[in-house]
């Protein structure tokens, strides 16, 4: 069974205060990992798809990087809009369709 | 990417009562799909709508109580049924679009709250 573990729960920063979130996972032969944003009463964000180890993708403060086990999303000096819960998905590519497990997601706090 | 809207955005209903969920998308999808997010937690795939067939449904929900449709290739709705108060969650649509990647976006959300 595919599971995904998202650490920490929850995080506060302070505005340029640079950090990490943590994406581990287990699945059967991984096809993409993804991640998303989501603001309260919204539909999650796509930000980026990881493929491989060792593949890295940016996005404005947000870096995503990958390994064989887990994935980080880097967040470099922050702002208090990058405010949300974060949200990491694998899909496995022996699964029929393309059903995403979700982990429990990161709840990041900005403050200025 | 592609433009999805869903409506109702919200709903409060009496148990017992059903709800139809609609989902549109701005352009030709190759996948549709249904998710639901309880308060506080992650997103849980109900069922893969599949176009012109019965949809695929994952452990845990049924046609009885969650039927889908989709009759073409931007639309679909899902209905929750006979609702009771654990039913109160936000319900969300997704799509794969054509072009090779596998990458799922999601619709605004259908906060449903059961009384």
């Known amino acids: 069974e595919d599971q995904v573990t998202q650490s920490p729960e929850a995080l506060r920063l302070q505005e340029g205060e640079s950090s990490s979130l943590n994406c581990s996972y287990t699945v059967s032969g991984l096809r993409g990992l993804f991640w998303y944003r989501q603001d309260p009463g919204k539909g999650p964000e796509f930000l980026f798809t990881?493929?491989?180890a060792g593949e890295e993708k940016e996005k404005e403060r947000l870096k995503a990087t990958l390994t064989k086990k887990e994935s980080f999303l880097h967040i470099t000096a922050p702002k208090p809009e990058d405010s949300a819960t974060y949200l990491c998905?694998?899909?496995?590519?022996?699964?029929?369709?393309?059903?995403?497990?979700f982990g429990e997601g990161t709840q990041l706090t900005v403050n200025p | 990417s592609a433009v999805i809207s869903q409506k109702p955005s919200r709903d409060i209903c009496q148990r017992g009562t059903s709800l139809t969920i609609q989902c549109q998308v701005d352009s030709q999808v190759t996948m549709m799909f249904w998710y639901r997010q309880q308060p506080g937690q992650s997103l849980t795939l109900i069922a893969t709508?599949?176009?012109?067939?019965?949809?695929?449904?994952e452990s845990g929900f049924v046609i009885d109580k969650f039927p889908i449709s989709r009759p073409n290739l931007t639309f679909s709705t899902l209905t929750v049924s006979n609702m009771s108060p654990e039913d109160s969650s936000i319900y969300l649509c997704?799509?794969?679009?054509?072009?090779?990647?596998?990458?799922?976006?999601f619709g605004p959300g259908t906060r449903l709250t059961v009384t």
């Open positions: 709508a599949n176009q012109g067939s019965e949809a695929t449904y």
């Open positions: 990881l493929y491989s």
């Open positions: 997704s799509v794969v679009t054509a072009g090779g990647t596998w990458e799922q976006y």
């Open positions: 998905a694998v899909q496995a590519s022996e699964t029929s369709g393309s059903r995403l497990t």
